[in-house]
């Protein structure tokens, strides 16, 4: 069974500081990809990234950076100089493909992050 | 286009109610899902559509009852609910070709559903 572990419950730091949220992943699966959605106060679930298994690059986008390591089952999300804006919920997912290209995505606990002005 | 749109935002029912939440997407995606999420809480998958197909229920009660009218629609129809079903209901949709599938799922604002 897959599982995400998302440790950090919530989260406040002091705008302008760096913020990282932590994800642990569990899989059998050889090929998986994994995903961060941020969801605001209002609700929907805004797509952020996603890594496939095989990509172990990092990424970084503006004042987000990615750090995928395969060997820690970890996936972790760095957001660099923090804004009020950057305050909502974060889920790390898994997915898992439930035949015919359908996806089952698994969420972590999510991460509550307030950034304080 | 890349919205998936769902009517209404709010919903409030009695048990004895009978509604329907609705879901439409114009991105020419095949797959499409219902998750719910209780209050501080991750989403949870409830039901699968591929092709307008029901392809997976996640032992979902009968009480929820999926419908897929053709590719760009997803209703779930609502019928003797009880209060722990109150919760932010979330539709989603992706692509269901394999050549596209694994990239992300959009999701929709969700329903927030009271049952009174």
């Known amino acids: 069974a897959q599982k995400v572990t998302q440790a950090q419950t919530e989260i406040s730091v002091v705008e302008k500081e760096d913020v990282t949220l932590d994800c642990v992943y569990e899989t059998r699966d050889t090929t998986y990809y994994l995903f961060w959605y941020k969801q605001p106060p209002s609700g929907e679930l805004v797509f952020l990234i996603r890594r496939n298994s095989f990509d172990e690059q990092n990424e970084i986008s503006g004042r987000y950076s990615w750090n995928f390591q395969k060997s820690t089952s970890s996936f972790n999300f760095t957001i660099t100089a923090s804004q009020v804006v950057d305050s909502a919920v974060y889920f790390c997912?898994?997915?898992?493909?439930?035949?015919?290209?359908?996806?089952?995505?698994?969420f972590g606990t999510g991460t509550r992050l307030t950034i304080i002005p | 286009d890349t919205e998936v749109t769902q009517t209404p935002k709010h919903l409030v029912m009695g048990m004895t109610n009978k509604k329907s939440l609705k879901c439409e997407q114009h991105m020419g995606h095949r797959a499409m899902y219902w998750y719910k999420q209780k209050a501080k809480k991750p989403p949870e998958l409830m039901f699968v559509y591929s092709y307008e197909k029901l392809s997976i229920n996640e032992s979902v009660p009968s009480r929820f009852s999926p419908e897929c009218p053709n590719s760009s629609l997803l209703n779930l129809h609502l019928h003797a609910l009880q209060p722990e079903d109150s919760a932010l209901y979330l539709c989603?949709?992706?692509?269901?070709?394999?050549?596209?599938?694994?990239?992300?799922?959009?999701f929709g604002q969700g329903t927030r559903l009271t049952v009174v």
């Open positions: 989603a949709s992706s692509p269901a070709q394999q050549s596209e599938w694994n990239t992300e799922a959009f």
């Open positions: 997912a898994l997915s898992e493909v439930a035949g015919f290209g359908n996806e089952k995505l698994t």
